[in-house]
């Protein structure tokens, strides 16, 4: 397990921590979020790498640990947050809004 350096107020569940490890063998590994495979031993190694990819779990970045992490009527999936949208204005300037949810380009 890392050390958290983002702010403390970001829940850290122990329950959740220890199913991302349980799923973090070779079957997890299509489900790792961009960049896949990419070891880490830290989350600032993981902010370098990309700014969405906050954490260091299991030795994969992912960019959240829980729903709460993603804002209000968003959800983490994967390690990715899925954002809900109701038009292309509602998501990243790098994806769509298809069917409601936010998806890359």
């Known amino acids: 397990m890392t050390k958290k350096t983002g702010p403390a107020s970001l829940p850290r ?3 959740l921590l220890a199913a991302l490890a349980a799923t973090a063998g070779p079957a997890a590994a299509g489900c790792a979020p961009e960049p896949q495979n990419v070891p880490c031993s830290s989350d600032a190694e993981c902010r370098r790498l990309d700014e969405d990819l906050k ?6 970045c992912v960019e959240c ?3 709460a992490i993603c804002g209000a009527g968003n959800e983490c999936a994967d390690g990715r947050c899925v954002l809900r949208c109701r038009d292309a ?3 990243r300037s790098d994806q ?4 409601g949810t936010c998806e890359d380009r």
């Open 96 to 99: 769509l809004c298809r069917d």
């Open 65 to 67: 640990l829980s729903s």
């Open 89 to 91: 204005r509602d998501c």
């Open 13 to 15: 569940p122990i329950a």
């Open 55 to 60: 954490y260091c779990i299991s030795s994969t």
